[in-house]
């Protein structure tokens, strides 16, 4: 099982960028997949979940209706389209997958369900 962030960089406020989890050694479509992040001091955040079929998702407040998550089984890829970014957002990423067996609610979006996780990924966002 292998999940591998992607896609992070330096971008100024307003800016946009796309987040890659890229998946292997598991079949995605039996997955839900979450974007998480942390900053130094506090605490890993869920940022958005999406479920297995990658027909639901959640959103933190914080970044709804600037924030997209998408699923493509057919890359293995689970993608986090982040748009109108603010310096608030700067942190490094991490994607996870979310074990059912755990019996953790996807959709809380919490990470108390991830038993694999991906390297980080650093957003950096200018003011």
């Known amino acids: 099982v292998q999940l591998q962030a992607s896609g992070g960089g330096l971008v100024q406020a307003g800016g946009s960028l796309r987040l890659s989890c890229t998946t292997s050694g598991f079949p995605l479509e039996h997955y839900s997949i979450g974007w998480f992040r942390q900053t130094p001091g506090r605490e890993r955040e869920g940022v958005s979940c999406?479920?297995?079929?990658?027909?639901?998702?959640v959103y933190v407040d914080s970044v709804k209706g600037r924030f997209t998550i998408s699923k493509d089984l057919a890359k293995e890829t689970v993608y986090l389209q982040m748009d109108n970014l603010k310096p608030e957002d700067t942190a490094v990423y991490f994607c996870?997958?979310?074990?059912?067996?755990?019996?953790?609610?996807?959709?809380?979006?919490?990470?108390?369900?991830?038993?694999?996780w991906g390297k980080g990924t650093l957003v950096t966002v200018s003011s």
């Open positions: 999406i479920d297995s079929s990658g027909g639901s998702a």
């Open positions: 996870g997958r979310d074990n059912p067996g755990y019996g953790n609610d996807w959709s809380r979006c919490n990470g108390a369900g991830i038993d694999n």
